[in-house]
């Protein structure tokens, strides 16, 4: 059956046919796709989860592997740096169990975060990592990883970059395989499952860096990575790995143009990047005099490929970053392969054909992302906002450290609320240290439920043991949201059908020993305010939770049970200031001809305007 | 023969709504696709683009500059965004709706106007076709869908009308939603009858 799935689905359905026991993630765009699919699916004999954060996730995973069953691991690229300590260390014991971990990288950062190459791990690790050019690919590819985990007895990688992870091909959807019904295996062996003392530990190391070379060996025979040689000796040899492979065509029809001799042209197109294919980067080095390497983010075959060079005597030329042709920043296409065809052979392609005019765009109106209409998080940046005037505090007075998520919008217009971000759960601790720096004013950090329960706790500990001034605002949606609304452990039971314990931050929090807790609804503007301030003014650790169900979310519930209320704008009060407008930056609002109008399609009937209105021209009604 | 599509627009306006139903009539024809949407993250009302080639069997996700037969622009400003992307010779449609950020509403930014983005858009050397938001005609006392009018547009005055019968997009937009099917109809062949506000560049 041929169907339009995503490079995520495609990873999904190459574990089903490989017969996964197992399946686990954190979500993380891009790679939030591929759990969420095979969570749509009913899959009676596979177990499929969110998992607490990738750590927990790849721990799990790695039982799997060590009682001899399949499993799949996801991730984006920043879960690769929480998981990683387990990750070396898995990679050191080796598996029984096939054990794939998929990562999604995203070169030109589409979804914000560090733009980091995670094939850098792989080669820490000595793991081998795939990289599928197509979606098709990304299926037959997955599938096979299993195959080399069990035959090389360690985790494999398998990598996607956004464009394959979020682009939809039409590709033909295979039948999956039984899952094994084996029985677990207990292996009780201390060499190999722990890492306690120095010949365990070296021996393991061998093993693994042996792991790596018979895997080189396996693709090799394989024969994943295609070297397609010119007719003539002497040319160009181009190496490119993964989604970078299909800007190579269309380069070479628009240098045909401009007299390319095409029998002058060899193409080595990597499916395996780690272990960079020796052999055939020598036979490509010996059959030509140039050597053009397109990968993107970082130069780690044009290394290889340096390396190899000098072994070899091979004399000519490497275009790639490191002789300063490409940038170690952003994602390729056709222009990269463009220009590097023309310096490798001087083609004289016109700068015309690849080069942008960005005027035009330069013209476009910014659009700062903000929070949705009538999402709980305006309301907490507004109560924040108001308890700074409150105490007569100045806001460049206040350091709001911020976190990942939704949560982190409080740091654009109108509310530039939020200060700072660096990494899931950071902001506690950030709190706890600008609070020791000597920050005379308090010191406040916001963190959303999900971002709480996968990095924020043991932070959170650590300020309650050694008495820290600050104020922690969980902003509790109830759903992780940024990533596309997945269940986290606070997500309430009677939102979703999955037979769920239901973990309450509301309980976590004062059995910590938190002495100062609250709960506040976000959208009761006098009474949040009124917390926070209070908060502000008292020493040691203060918790607020601000609870609110994230706004999509809430109207997908309320839309099946009906509108309940209506905000209305009074007439004859509204003189069309804007204020409300100014404060909330909510979407929908609309200004009028003479007075301010709302959309209803977008109102969720937050009531923040209202709140903010001081003409008494907001008004909220019952339906009747 | 290949089509290489470029759409760019809020999200929230239906923009990639446009490209999956151009990826479904491509997927009954058996021709290769391949569709590429950006979005940012779950929040309405930021930029959205997107990109559908359709004809080709391995392809890089991203369409090269100057190298998109048909752009769909939803949104004046974000139609910019497009311009480097339109292919001399092909069409570029806009739907001029205005979705102005909060700071262009409070008068503390600037918006461009709208004879700028016409103009940007001509130097390009696609064909513009402009559809006014107000044009946009009501079924049963509503304002159509605007996505599907302009896909409508698109099958009159764009090589669409090569590689697709207006049947069977008609066809997959009635069956899309089954009850909007109706006025959904009224959309898709009233955008085919319009007379745009400006066709240039032809
Ligand atoms: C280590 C790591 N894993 C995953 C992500 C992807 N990510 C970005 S935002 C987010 C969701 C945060 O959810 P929550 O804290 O509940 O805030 P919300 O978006 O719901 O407001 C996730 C998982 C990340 N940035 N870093
Ligand atoms: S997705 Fe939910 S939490 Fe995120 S901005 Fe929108 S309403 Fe707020
Ligand atoms: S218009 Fe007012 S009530 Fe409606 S969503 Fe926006 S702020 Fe909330």
Redesign the interface.
């Known amino acids: 059956m ?1 169907k ?1 799935i995503t490079g995520n689905e495609a990873i999904a359905y190459g574990a089903l046919a490989a017969g996964i026991k197992v399946a686990c993630g954190y979500p993380g ?1 891009p790679s939030t796709g591929a759990i969420a699919s095979l969570l749509t699916m009913d899959l009676p004999n596979t177990h499929v989860e969110w998992s607490t954060n990738e750590k927990v996730a790849f721990d799990l995973a790695s039982g799997v592997a060590w009682a001899g069953h399949r499993v799949l691991c996801t991730m984006k690229m920043s879960g690769v740096n929480v998981a990683y300590d387990s990750i070396i260390s898995t990679a050191y014991s080796g598996c029984d169990g096939g054990f794939v971990i998929y990562v999604a990288d995203d070169p030109g950062t ?3 975060m560090c733009e980091q190459d995670s094939r850098g791990f792989a080669l820490m690790s000595d793991m081998p990592m795939l990289e599928p ?2 979606i098709e690919e990304a299926i037959s590819l997955t599938t096979y990883a299993f195959e080399l985990s069990e035959a090389i007895k360690g985790p494999v990688f398998v990598r996607l970059t ?3 992870a ?5 590709v033909e959807i295979p039948e999956p395989a039984p899952v094994s019904q084996a029985d677990a295996l207990l292996i009780h062996d201390i060499n190999r499952f722990t890492k306690a003392g120095a010949v365990i530990c070296m021996t393991q190391h061998r093993d693994l860096i042996k792991r790596l070379a018979h895997a080189g060996e396996l693709i090799e025979q394989k024969g994943l990575n295609r070297l397609d040689l010119g007719k003539k000796k002497g040319g160009l040899g181009i190496v490119a790995s993964g ?2 492979v ?2 190579i ?2 380069a070479l029809a ?1 240098a045909d143009k401009y007299g390319i001799d095409r029998e002058k042209i060899s193409v080595l197109g990597l499916r395996a990047s780690i272990p960079t294919p020796k052999q055939q980067l020598s036979q490509l080095i010996d059959f030509c005099d140039k050597i053009l390497v397109l990968e993107e983010l970082e130069p780690h075959i044009e290394r290889d490929v340096y390396i190899l060079a000098r072994k070899r005597g091979y004399a000519g030329q490497i275009i790639g970053k490191i002789d300063g042709t490409f940038d170690r920043v952003g ?1 390729y ?3 990269h392969v463009l220009i590097g065809l023309n310096k490798a052979l001087s083609l004289n392609i016109p700068e015309s054909e ?1 080069k ?6 330069e ?11 009538g999402c709980p998080h305006r309301g907490t940046y507004m109560a924040i906002n108001r308890a700074i005037r409150k105490l007569k505090l100045k806001k460049q007075d206040v350091i709001v450290n911020g976190d990942i998520g ?1 949560t982190i ?1 409080g740091m654009n ?2 509310f530039n609320t939020v200060w700072n971000e660096i990494s899931m759960g950071a902001s506690i601790g950030l709190a706890q240290g600008f609070a020791y720096a000597g920050v005379k004013t308090p010191v406040l950090a916001t963190i959303g439920d999900s971002t709480f329960f996968h990095g924020g706790i043991p932070s959170l500990i650590n300020a309650i043991q050694h008495e820290a001034n600050i104020v922690l605002i969980i902003m509790d949606n109830e759903w992780t ?5 997945q269940i986290n452990p606070g997500t309430p039971c009677d939102r979703h059908e999955k037979p769920y314990k239901h973990v309450d931050i509301a309980r976590i929090v004062p059995a910590l020993g938190v002495e100062h807790f609250w709960q506040i609804n976000p959208f009761d503007q006098d009474h949040a305010t009124d917390v926070i301030a209070e908060a502000m003014q008292l020493p040691g650790v203060k918790v607020i939770l601000s609870r609110q169900e994230c706004a ?1 979310q809430a109207f997908r519930k309320g839309s099946k049970e009906g509108k309940k209320k209506i905000v209305r704008v009074v007439e004859e009060n509204c003189n069309l200031c ?1 204020l409300c ?2 404060v909330t ?1 909510c ?1 929908a609002l609309v ?1 009028g001809e003479k007075v301010m109008t709302i959309d209803p399609a ?1 109102c969720r009937q937050c009531g923040m305007c209202v709140s903010v209105c001081n003409r008494n021209a907001m008004v909220m009604e019952d339906v009747k | 023969m290949n089509l290489n599509i470029y759409l760019v627009g809020v999200g929230g306006q239906g923009i990639l709504t446009i490209g999956e139903i151009l990826s479904s009539a491509a997927m009954e024809k058996d021709l290769p696709v391949f569709f590429y949407p950006s979005k940012g993250m779950a929040q309405r009302g930021g930029f959205v683009k997107a990109q559908l080639q359709i004809g080709k069997k391995n392809v890089g996700p991203n369409i090269i500059e100057k190298g998109s037969d048909i752009v769909f622009a939803m949104e004046t400003s974000e139609a910019l965004k497009a311009v480097r992307f339109a292919k001399p010779g092909g069409t570029f449609l806009l739907l001029a709706n205005f979705w102005a950020p909060t700071d262009v509403i409070l008068g503390k930014a600037s918006y461009p106007e709208l004879d700028k983005v016409i103009g940007e858009i001509q130097k390009s050397g696609a064909k513009l076709v402009l559809i006014s938001d107000k044009d946009l005609p009501e079924y049963e006392g509503k304002k159509v869908a605007d996505n599907i009018f302009m896909l409508g547009a698109a099958m009159k005055h764009s090589v669409l009308n090569k590689l697709f019968d207006s049947a069977d997009i008609d066809r997959i937009v009635q069956n899309r939603w089954k009850r909007a099917s109706a006025s959904n109809h009224f959309a898709f062949q009233a955008g085919m009858d319009y007379q745009p506000q400006l066709i240039a560049g032809e």
């Open positions: 041929k339009l765009t589409n979804a914000g050019a197509s956004t464009p394959l979020n682009g939809f091909a039409s989604v970078t299909q800007y065509e269309e628009v994602e296409g056709t222009k690849y942008s005019d960005t005027t035009a765009e013209l476009a109106a910014a659009r700062p992302i903000t929070v949705c209409s939704c919008l217009p109108p949201a940024m990533t596309g609304m999509i804007k407008i100014s930056g979407s200004p977008l």
